[in-house]
């Protein structure tokens, strides 16, 4: 696991988007379609990145439902990045 806190101003570290590549493990979101349907958050594997990085194919880690999505690059997190909520409540690394 990447070490997201800073050495020298000990902020948090923002996480970059446009790093993931395949095989790392991310969080995305299962886009059902449904308007006023709640978010599903899934846990899955990158297999493949789009031109310019604006979709990824992600393989869900369901036990029995091992499908392929297509998810768009703002719908995409890294599985131990710290939650966007941790930015808030602590400081941001400006240092690096």
């Not at 996480?15 to 059902?32: A, H, W, Y």
């Amino acid at each position: 696991m990447k070490n997201w806190k800073c050495n020298t101003c000990d902020g948090y570290i923002r996480v970059d988007l446009s790093k993931i590549i395949e095989g790392d493990r991310v969080f995305f979101v299962k886009n059902n379609n449904i308007p006023g349907d709640d978010v599903i958050f899934e846990k899955g594997t990158v297999v493949g990145v789009g031109k310019e990085s604006n979709f990824y194919n992600v393989v869900s880690e369901k036990k029995y439902s091992k499908k392929v999505y297509k998810v768009d690059s703002k719908l995409i997190y890294p599985l131990h990045a710290p939650a966007p909520i941790v930015y808030n409540m602590f400081w941001v690394c400006e240092c690096c």
